[in-house]
């Protein structure tokens, strides 16, 4: 699908727009797509550093010029978790280097102990699922060469990083990439060969999941809220393929096509919900299902959060929560491991 920078002037007439995310993100009747360079609810009061944190970006794939930033607490005591995070944005928006996912993972980095690697994937709708799960993957493929090709590797990033202790975390989107890459990891016929590099758990905030039937979060959400059933339903439109629907296995894990989760040998999974968040019900329900499984996983609930609060504040208590929650996941798992 062409692409070109989005400009003030309106298109003509007869190339309408056909779809609109807030202006930064616009499809036109002939496929052409404009996109913002300017981030989407990212004003320029984030920090940008951490004092007790270093950090650098890198291309980990060249070829789709893919980006990752790297985060590590200044002075490691040894060898660190790895906190793998993918950013969230509904498939069409998001990056790594957007202020509040930065200053998010800096603070990630700093509390929880660990090593922070937020990765970037292709967007659609020029690049519709499920190239943002392959993109995942390929990461992870990046990440094993890492720990074994000395001649590629980043020393910057291999002398604290502890590749026997990975966790696999996304928002929103980001949560529904870590899911699939869970299934494909524990799945019998799964080809993700990562060793010497091993995922120890999966940690999901708020995935961005959907169905056809709706959840009674979703259908009870109010219309004026900005993050709505409107726009989220504009998303799977840009996201999945051309004629899919909701029930379509990349974004309904319990869809009529879907993988038998009972069958997945699941590692141990955290899921995050939030209590005002129009996905919460979807949310919970998916842990629910995965626990009746007998699968390992925790469920917790923000009560009076909305959808990624974390990055809309990073700053935040309920942020600095959130944090201490997944820190304790993430250690824990790791100490269970050796």
Not at 142 to 161: I, P
Request: hydrophobic share 45%; net charge negative; proline share 8%.
């Amino acid at each position: 699908m062409p692409s070109m920078p989005a400009t003030g002037a309106a298109p003509p007439p007869a190339n309408g727009v056909v779809e609109d995310i807030f202006g930064f993100l616009r499809v036109l009747s002939d496929g052409t797509v404009l996109r913002s360079a300017d981030p989407v609810f990212c004003p320029t009061t984030f920090p940008e550093s951490h004092p007790s944190v270093q950090w650098k970006e890198a291309v980990y794939d060249k070829v789709k010029n893919l980006r990752v930033r790297m985060y590590k607490p200044a002075a490691p005591a040894g060898k660190l978790p790895v906190l793998v995070h993918f950013h969230g944005g509904g498939f069409c928006l998001g990056s790594c280097t957007w202020a509040n996912v930065h200053a998010f993972c800096l603070r990630l980095a700093a509390e929880a102990g660990a090593v922070v690697l937020s990765a970037g994937y292709r967007l659609a709708p020029e690049h519709r699922l499920p190239a943002a799960v392959g993109d995942g993957a390929g990461f992870l493929r990046w990440l094993r060469e890492q720990s074994v090709n000395a001649g590629a590797a980043d020393g910057w990033l291999t002398e604290a990083a502890d590749f026997g202790r990975v966790f696999v975390a996304g928002d929103s989107a980001g949560g529904t990439i870590a899911h699939h890459l869970a299934v494909r990891a524990g799945s019998a016929a799964c080809k993700l060969d990562l060793d010497p590099v091993t995922v120890r758990g999966y940690v999901l905030l708020m995935p961005f999941f959907g169905g056809v039937h709706r959840m009674p979060s979703e259908a009870d959400c109010p219309a004026e809220v900005l993050l709505n059933l409107d726009l989220f339903d504009r998303f799977w439109r840009l996201s999945l393929p051309v004629g899919a629907t909701r029930d379509h296995p990349a974004a309904n894990p319990f869809g009529p096509d879907s993988p038998d989760l009972g069958s997945v040998d699941f590692r141990p999974v955290l899921v995050v919900a939030g209590g005002l968040d129009m996905m919460r019900d979807r949310v919970a329900d998916y842990a629910e299902r995965l626990v009746a499984m007998g699968k390992p996983v925790e469920f917790a609930e923000f009560a009076s959060e909305p959808h990624g609060f974390y990055t809309l504040d990073p700053g935040s208590e309920a942020a600095g929560e959130l944090i201490s929650l997944v820190s304790r996941f993430v250690h824990s798992c790791a100490e269970a491991a050796a």
